[in-house]
């Protein structure tokens, strides 16, 4: 009985497999390729690549690779001839736009961008880095430029001149101030120091920074044709130095825990005692001498810059044991690490052996 009953079995299946199975078989069947594996085709197609690659047309290398890699997707050599010269396509339109975005060219460095997403169309992370290049702001151009408030400004003959000045600190400053037309009055204390100084085609601000430099001496303005000049000296520039005021105000990318801590960078980096932060009206005023606020002012500017990021390329390569010892090379197959206290690194360094 247990016989007659395999058998039954046995024959339902064959009968079904008879009557149904042309079609299913058909219609899960291996799909028709789109393009028939050639490789000759393929080998030509390489060839072609090579020789664009060599004159330089590496869109059309590109392109020759690529097709290869249709007819033989399955040979290694090949579909790696592509990937290696797109990723060193990409590479190099990469570092060509960090470049241009460190110097602060930020169109340049997004069409860079822009090539080596045309080339991996893939590849999200040129995206996301497009996206931060062309946030950046242009430091070059500042949209709302502060001003300092309470300089007295002298009224200057423009040009430039010729110097060639002999004598001692006060007859140098009266040469300069005459050629440019104005007055010059001096401390009491100043001492003579002997000048010799020639430059020739400075402007006013030039020819004073070099006669102070060289005389030991600083000045201020009094009235627009008036200055006065004393020694350079820490007591000197406490009675004597210019005091002025300006507002620098803050971007919108600048955040209120960040505006504290840039109000104490600014006390201590630049000693200065009388800033205040306004965090409604988003801005930092500080009351100082001229050097001291051109200082804040590149502080902030280096706080609202756009941060640097760098960009890490990685390459994983897939090693295979066996090929490798075939090409006589050994592969470890263990490692060793070893401690090494900071007193034995300070033994290290100060060894002359």
Known sequence: MAVCSTLLCAASVSFAGQSGAPATATTTSKPAMAVLLDPKRAQKDVEAGDKATAEGRFDDALAAYDEAAKYAPQNAAIVGKGATLRSQLVRAHTDNAEQF??????????????????????????????????????????????????LQKLNTQTGKHNLDLHGDTRSAYDMVTHMFGIKAAFDPDLPAHRVHLRVDDVDFTTAMS????????????????????????????????????????????????????????????????????????????????????????????????????????????????????????????????????????????????
């Open 101 to 150: 975005a460190l110097s602060g060219d930020v169109p340049k460095a997004v069409d860079e961008l822009r090539t080596a997403m045309r080339i991996d169309p893939t590849n999200a992370i040129l995206g996301e880095r497009m996206a931060q290049i062309a946030a950046m702001r242009d430091d070059s151009q500042s949209p709302h430029p502060a001003t300092i408030s309470g």
């Open 210 to 353: 070099l006669l102070a430099q060289s005389t030991g001496t600083f000045w201020r303005p009094v009235d627009a044709n008036l200055i006065f000049v004393t020694q350079d000296t820490t007591e000197k520039r406490r009675q004597f130095a210019v005091q002025a005021e300006q507002s620098f105000p803050l971007s919108a990318s600048v955040a209120p825990e960040e505006m504290t801590e840039l109000l104490r960078v600014m006390r201590e980096i630049t000693a200065s005692t009388h800033i205040e932060l306004d965090s409604h009206s988003r801005s930092i005023t500080m009351r100082d001498t001229p050097e001291r606020l051109a200082l804040a002012s590149e502080l902030i500017e280096q706080v609202e810059r756009a941060r640097g990021e760098v960009m890490l390329e990685i390459e994983l390569l897939e090693v295979d044991r066996d090929k490798a010892t075939q090409l006589g090379i050994t592969p470890p197959t263990s490692a060793q690490a070893f401690l090494i206290s900071p007193n034995d690194i300070r033994a290290l360094s100060q060894a002359s052996g």
